[in-house]
């Protein structure tokens, strides 16, 4: 008869290995590989949360204050605000181009720093602040911030949100919702 316990220390032996080169394979792994390089949140919301009246139509019309973060060799950042679930197809609240790499903030009513604010679905360069059509039930805003290349020519309008989405090589995406 044959003794188990030389197969049941060569079973351990060759799961300890697993487990060591697993563990070497980890803390080797690139430093600079990074899942997501772009990120946006709001101090005044969650991600899928109600949007506080302040920052509506019934409030005060001012943007909600920002936090993102990017790597800082990204080449400029673009945020692009808008309403999934307008009567009359997506709805433009912001676009703000030019906003430097980095980690960033705003305060509440503020446009990122030396940001430059494009034309929205009104035709006005500003903040349009969330105000869905009575009755049109829950809204979704989107506060999608984009990585994208230097000096990206942008057509006029809601064509820029467009071609925004289209040359960006990461995004991250913070929605906040509304109804009245």
Known sequence: MTSTFPR????I???AVLVILTGLAATNADPTAQADPVGI????FADGA??????TCQGDSIPPPLAWTAPAGAAELALVVDDTDAPGGLFIHWIVTGIAPGPGSTADGQTPPNGH?????????????PCPPPGSGTHHYRFTLY???????LPTGSAAAQAIAQAATAQARLTGTFQR
Not at 147 to 153: A, D, F, K, N
């Open 147 to 153: 990585q994208v290349p230097p000096g990206l020519q």
């Open 41 to 44: 949140t709001s101090p005044a």
């Open 117 to 129: 604010v494009l034309p929205n679905s009104t035709g006005n360069s500003a903040y349009f602040a």
């Open 50 to 55: 109600p949007i506080p009246v302040r920052y």
């Open 13 to 15: 032996a060759g799961v």
């Open 8 to 11: 049941i220390v060569s079973a």
